[in-house]
C-alpha cells in the first residue's frame, strides 16, 4: 500500500512537494506513478519513474513544473510540483504494481498502472489565491 502526503494549499506559481512512501514493502524496481482527480474529472496519469534505469516521463500539462524523483534510501518517491497553477488542483494519487518494470510512456502508465481498486486516500493539492 503506497501512501501520498505533501498536499496543500498554494497560491499560484508557488511549489509544494508530495511524497510516496510503501509501508511493509520496497519499491524494487518497479515503475512507479502519480496521478491526480479534479473533482468532476477522471483519474490521470502525471508523471512516471522505472526505478530500475530512473527513466522520467510527464504529461504535457506538467512538463517543465514537475520532477518526479526517487530515494531508495528512504524507499519514497517524490514530486516536486512547480509554478502551480488552478488548474492543478486535485487529489493526488501515487501507484505502482509489481507486474510493472517500466512506465513506457504517461499514456501506457496509465492504463498499466491505473485500473485499482485502492488508492488510499491521497493527498489533496489545492491552487488558488
Known amino acids: 500500500q503506497l501512501q501520498a502526503s505533501g498536499g496543500g494549499l498554494v497560491q499560484p506559481g508557488g511549489s509544494l512537494r508530495l511524497s510516496c512512501s510503501a509501508s511493509?514493502?520496497?519499491?524494487?524496481?518497479?515503475?512507479i506513478g502519480w496521478f491526480r482527480q479534479a473533482p468532476g474529472k477522471e483519474r490521470e496519469g502525471v508523471s512516471c519513474?522505472?526505478?530500475?534505469?530512473?527513466?522520467?516521463y510527464y504529461a504535457d500539462s506538467v512538463k517543465g513544473r514537475f520532477t518526479i524523483s526517487s530515494d531508495n534510501a528512504r524507499n519514497t518517491v517524490y514530486l516536486q510540483m512547480n509554478n502551480l497553477k488552478p488548474e492543478d488542483t486535485a487529489v493526488y494519487y501515487c501507484?505502482?504494481?509489481?507486474?510493472?518494470?517500466?512506465?513506457?510512456?504517461?499514456?501506457?502508465?496509465?492504463?498499466?498502472?491505473?485500473?485499482?481498486?485502492?488508492w488510499g486516500q491521497g493527498t489533496q493539492v489545492t491552487v488558488s489565491s
Open positions: 511493509g514493502s520496497t519499491f524494487d524496481d518497479h515503475a
Open positions: 519513474i522505472t526505478e530500475s534505469d530512473g527513466s522520467t
Open positions: 501507484a505502482t504494481d509489481p507486474r510493472v518494470f517500466d512506465c513506457v510512456d504517461i499514456p501506457t502508465m496509465s492504463d498499466s498502472l491505473g485500473h485499482r481498486r485502492d
